[in-house]
């Protein structure tokens, strides 16, 4: 379990920093996509959906509202993928 | 369809072909359709599953609202506030208010948590603005803005959509409506803007069906069409150009929520693909986002054929997007003449002028220069992108208006020559909301000052540029003074010394937000750290984030003799690779740049050497 959380991490972070203009080693769990990397919400969806194309998640607005740090997207794969 | 032009030499046009409304008011308009036709709207939730609302279910929930609020006291001419998603709900409670003879203010869902000191703001000057009777959002939004609730003085009144729906007054005790008339307010729309407090644009009927029926003659509509709008509904384009026009015209709509479009822009043109959709309408950046965000192997079980109108509007049209667009979905049967880049304001309902129908997308090359400065448009063949600029025109006044460009002394203006764009229409407002001052800067003897800078030639009109060095971004409006003055908070930034302007962004589709500070730090690390906290200062107060900072040394930013910035020239500076980083600011890199003006100005020599020749 803690592998696959790793690989998602690593994926997710590599998708964001591309975003964000930066590298994925600056990234954190705890990086928060506004405060920290300047995102708008238009960035933020569009960050959300790269990732749950890559793992072919039809995602769920109402479940993606709450997200604010980049720990909160891995929980929602995580839950989304093992379910 | 356009009246000859009288004399072609001044740029003032009028469409006056005679035409006749097909109803006094919206509600008249929903109900007509009882009588013919029924399949009207197709709600897509955020799975994008199909949810139909024939024409029956609307009118019945819609009077179901109607009654709840009657009898919880609502009055005619009592205002509304309406914060809800786009859903079958915002429909329902948009007639309802109507039909009890209420004035709907229909204003956006805060977007997460970003900005929301400044929506809540915003929010609470709408509420006290409208003298709003009701409040009614839905039950999610409660923990965001529950603390607003008991300072507000809506308290009390603040309805959420399970009250209405879960308490339906008895079918028995239902009331009569009121007359409606065409007269009445149907709609106040607040603008957004960065600047000051939003201001209220009051709408009747009449001037929203005399918008929409102009709409639907200049594209052609008739009830074969097929619409669909992943727009806002309490956005003017989503709930007026989408919603209205295909009411009022006899079309299925398609609906679907924004942020589904923005999470699978695929969907969008699957939708296109399955209900046969004739007509669409997104800014400029929809077009962009399709192309960067759906994959190829995605793109072949599109069939987008019968897709024929593809209106563009709110943002500055770009000719890139387009062809990429095209080009992308060639294969998919897209036709290649479907845009039609259109021109408006909230002001004027929503639409001012439309491009021919046979002809939609004229894109012309002009001259950079002649039409910064000199304020007239020029014909250029040119390739160097620093030469020339591509302006996309959008077409003519709709039926029954009138586009005049003027001078700043309010003198009409030549053909070709750039001014500010003056409308003059049945569609207008009579004004904003409680606010006299605003309406008198805006409108002044029946006609609206836009604010934007455009210039006709051979009766279409062109926009080329706004007046107040305004930015869209993404469709928002972003005024350069509020980028500025945040920007200048932060420490380390040197104050009055900022300039914030847009970039246009081939490569995205719309524009890039460009601030320039100056800054008296020299370190690299500061510069990095500096760089960071203006960026996060921004998006935490205006919700939107720079695309480029660029720190510059004391004395960068070009200023005029009184000390204002001269953004239009620290802009082309910037765009020309003048302005030189302070953190680039190294021995190699000033040598370089020496060297570089001294060839530039030898350049520029040797050019004057070859025109006294060939003179």
């Known amino acids: 379990m803690a592998d696959f959380r790793e690989k998602i991490q690593n994926e997710l972070f590599k998708i964001i920093a591309r975003l964000a203009g930066t590298s994925p080693d600056k990234l954190k769990p705890e990086t928060n996509l506004r405060d920290d990397l300047g995102f708008d919400s238009l960035k933020s969806m569009e960050a959300i959906s790269r990732i749950t194309e890559l793992y072919d998640i039809e995602p769920d607005l109402d479940e993606i509202a709450d997200i604010k740090i980049l720990k909160d997207i891995i929980d929602y794969l995580e839950k989304k993928l093992s379910s | ?615």
């Open chain 2, 1 to 615: 369809m356009n009246s000859i032009l009288i004399d072609s030499k001044l740029a003032h046009q009028k469409n006056t072909v005679a035409y006749t409304l097909k109803a006094k008011t919206l509600v008249e308009s929903l109900e007509s359709r009882l009588e013919s036709k029924q399949d009207f709207l197709y709600m897509m939730d955020s799975r994008n599953r199909e949810h139909p609302l024939p024409v029956p279910v609307i009118v019945e929930e819609a009077r179901a609202v109607a009654q709840f609020l009657m009898a919880r006291g609502l009055v005619k001419d009592d205002k509304v506030v309406v914060m809800l998603p786009t859903s079958a709900d915002f429909v329902y409670i948009y007639f309802g208010i109507l039909m009890a003879g209420g004035i709907p203010v229909p204003v956006s869902q805060p977007a997460g948590t970003n900005n929301l000191e400044k929506y809540i703001d915003n929010l609470k000057h709408i509420i006290a603005n409208s003298e709003a009777k009701f409040f009614i959002t839905y039950t999610k939004i409660k923990a965001i803005i529950a603390g607003m609730v008991d300072s507000s003085s809506i308290k009390g009144n603040f309805l959420f959509t399970s009250d209405i729906f879960e308490n339906p007054v008895p079918k028995s005790s239902y009331r009569d409506y009121p007359e409606l008339k065409s007269t009445d307010t149907a709609l106040i729309q607040y603008t957004s803007g960065t600047t000051g407090m939003p201001k209220g644009v009051v709408l009747t009927h009449e001037n929203l069906i005399h918008n929409i029926h102009g709409i639907g003659v200049a594209s052609g509509m008739n009830d074969d069409y097929v619409g669909i709008s992943w727009l806002p509904l309490y956005h003017d384009m989503g709930l007026i150009g989408g919603l209205f026009t295909c009411m009022y015209w006899g079309l299925k709509l398609v609906l679907m929520m924004p942020e589904a479009f923005l999470l699978k822009p695929l969907w969008w043109l699957e939708n296109i693909t399955k209900y046969r959709v004739t007509i669409a309408v997104a800014p400029n950046f929809g077009y962009h986002y399709c192309v960067s965000r759906i994959s190829d192997e995605d793109i072949c079980d599109l069939d987008l054929s019968s897709w024929r109108i593809a209106l563009n509007g709110a943002e500055p049209i770009d000719r890139v997007t387009l062809m990429r667009f095209i080009d992308k979905f060639r294969s998919s049967g897209l036709r290649d003449d479907i845009f039609m880049p259109v021109y408006g304001m909230a002001e004027n309902s929503l639409a001012a002028t439309f491009p021919a129908m046979e002809n939609p997308t004229v894109v012309r090359r002009f001259l950079r220069d002649a039409l910064e400065e000199e304020h007239v448009a020029i014909d250029t063949d040119s390739d160097d992108i620093r030469v020339y600029v591509d302006l996309a025109a959008v077409g003519y006044p709709l039926l029954g208006q009138e586009v005049r460009i003027v001078d700043e002394h309010g003198n009409t203006r030549k053909e070709r020559e750039v001014g500010q764009i003056l409308v003059k229409s049945p569609s207008l407002t009579k004004g904003y909301y409680k606010n006299e001052k605003a309406t008198q800067d805006a409108i002044r003897d029946g006609w609206l000052y836009t604010g934007d800078m455009g210039f006709i030639i051979d009766e279409m009109l062109f926009i080329s540029g706004r007046m107040k060095e305004l930015i869209i971004k993404r469709g928002k409006n972003i005024y350069p003074y509020d980028v500025e003055r945040i920007a200048q908070t932060v420490k380390g930034v040197r104050l009055g010394c900022c300039a914030a302007f847009a970039v246009p962004n081939q490569n995205q589709g719309t524009e890039d937000l460009v601030m320039v500070c100056e800054s008296l730090y020299e370190d690299r690390a500061d510069l990095e750290e500096l760089e960071r906290n203006i960026s996060r200062e921004i998006v935490a107060r205006l919700g939107i984030s720079p695309d480029a900072i660029l720190l510059v040394p004391k004395g960068t930013i070009p200023k005029t003799s009184s000390g204002k910035i001269q953004r239009v020239l620290c802009r082309r500076n910037y765009i020309e690779g003048r302005l030189i980083q302070s953190r680039k600011w190294n021995t190699v890199i000033l040598l370089k740049t020496i060297i570089m003006s001294y060839l530039q100005l030898f350049r520029l020599k040797i050019g004057r050497l070859i025109n006294v020749y060939e003179n």
